[in-house]
């Protein structure tokens, strides 16, 4: 089993900054995927960025040129610098591997205020 604890999040104006992070515990020698996803009120939850073990990357359009994942395979890590936030970035952040097996952590709230 892994757990994932979500930290970094806050309240920012637009065009802030922000950088969040992932810690993966438990059973982490066999990720290779893993996404950053978020729960805005009232919404699904939607996976907004993506890396696997060889850095490859892949992001949802509406924050593309914005956030960028990152991982440091040796921390058990994945970060989400995220630049240029704007007031519909506002949601719960949380990590996962695949939500089908793997329980969601607590999240971390991004706040942006306009």
């Known amino acids: 089993q892994v757990q994932f604890v979500e930290s970094g999040g806050g309240l920012v104006q637009a065009g802030g900054s922000l950088r969040l992070s992932c810690a993966a515990s438990g059973n982490t020698f066999t990720i290779n995927f893993i996404g950053w996803y978020r729960q805005a009120p009232g919404k699904q939850r939607e996976m907004v960025a993506s890396?696997?073990?060889?850095?490859?990357?892949n992001y949802v359009d509406s924050v593309k040129g914005r956030f960028t994942i990152s991982r440091d395979n040796t921390k058990n890590t994945v970060y989400l610098q995220m630049n240029n936030l704007k007031p519909e970035d506002t949601a719960v952040y949380y990590c996962?591997?695949?939500?089908?097996?793997?329980?969601w952590g607590q999240g971390t709230q991004v706040t942006v205020s306009s």
């Open positions: 996962n591997i695949d939500p089908r097996y793997y329980p």
């Open positions: 890396i696997i073990r060889g850095g490859h990357t």
